[in-house]
């Protein structure tokens, strides 16, 4: 199961150099935030569908250590080129074939529309619900106002049956 701190130390130091983090039932999740995070569904779809154009994956910093490859993201509407998504990902290389995992590490294609093109056997876990106050970088990386508040999720998703995929997406709200 992803740990939001494990995944925060993959590219900070201190958490609180991404933002501050609650975490939030369904309920406590205000539109259209609700409809974006709370389901067990790729990301790249959905916020796809949501925005009405397809997304860009922008690669901002990656780790390989052993089998797990690690990146910190952005996914841009295609449309205009504003950020819709901020993400921390974990593979962990073994549970995928060498096409779908060398795709990804491309860093091309958004990670979910990699494993749906390669027909990937695939089931998402959506794990908690984040209320995220954001540090300066995360502000400026999605363009949001002081004080304006984003969530999040943390989520697996499983590859051929094994837990292969570690996730924490953050959503803007337009």
Same mark, same amino acid.
């Given at each position: 199961?992803?740990?939001?701190?494990?995944?925060?130390?993959?590219?900070?130091?201190?958490?609180?150099?991404?933002?501050?983090?609650?975490?939030?039932?369904?309920?406590?999740?205000?539109?259209?935030?609700?409809?974006?995070?709370?389901?067990?569904?790729?990301?790249?779809?959905?916020?796809?569908?949501?925005?009405?154009?397809?997304?860009?994956?922008?690669?901002?910093?990656?780790?390989?250590?052993?089998?797990? &490859?690690? =990146?910190?993201? #952005?996914?841009?509407?295609?449309?205009?080129?504003? @950020?819709?998504?901020?993400? *921390? $990902?974990?593979?962990?290389?073994?549970?995928?074939?060498?096409?779908?995992?060398?795709?990804?590490?491309?860093?091309?294609?958004?990670?979910?529309?990699?494993?749906?093109?390669?027909?990937?056997?695939?089931?998402?876990?959506?794990?908690?619900?984040?209320?995220?106050?954001?540090?300066?970088?995360?502000?400026?990386?999605?363009?949001?106002?002081?004080?304006?508040?984003? &969530?999040? =999720?943390?989520? #697996?998703?499983?590859?051929?049956?094994?837990?292969? @995929?570690?996730?924490?997406? *953050? $959503?803007?709200?337009?």
């Amino acid at each position: 199961m992803p740990e939001l701190s494990q995944l925060i130390a993959l590219f900070y130091d201190q958490p609180e150099k991404l933002g501050q983090f609650e975490e939030v039932t369904a309920e406590q999740t205000p539109p259209p935030f609700r409809q974006l995070l709370a389901h067990n569904e790729h990301m790249t779809v959905t916020v796809e569908k949501f925005h009405g154009c397809h997304v860009d994956v922008k690669v901002l910093e990656t780790r390989n250590e052993g089998n797990f &490859y690690s =990146r910190k993201i #952005l996914l841009t509407r295609q449309r205009d080129g504003n @950020v819709v998504q901020y993400g *921390i $990902v974990r593979l962990n290389c073994d549970y995928l074939d060498e096409a779908p995992a060398n795709e990804i590490k491309s860093e091309r294609i958004p990670l979910g529309r990699v494993l749906i093109e390669h027909n990937v056997l695939r089931e998402v876990q959506l794990t908690s619900l984040w209320q995220v106050q954001p540090a300066e970088e995360l502000r400026q990386l999605m363009a949001l106002q002081p004080n304006e508040t984003v &969530y999040g =999720r943390t989520a #697996l998703i499983y590859c051929n049956g094994e837990p292969a @995929v570690e996730l924490l997406e *953050i $959503v803007t709200r337009d």
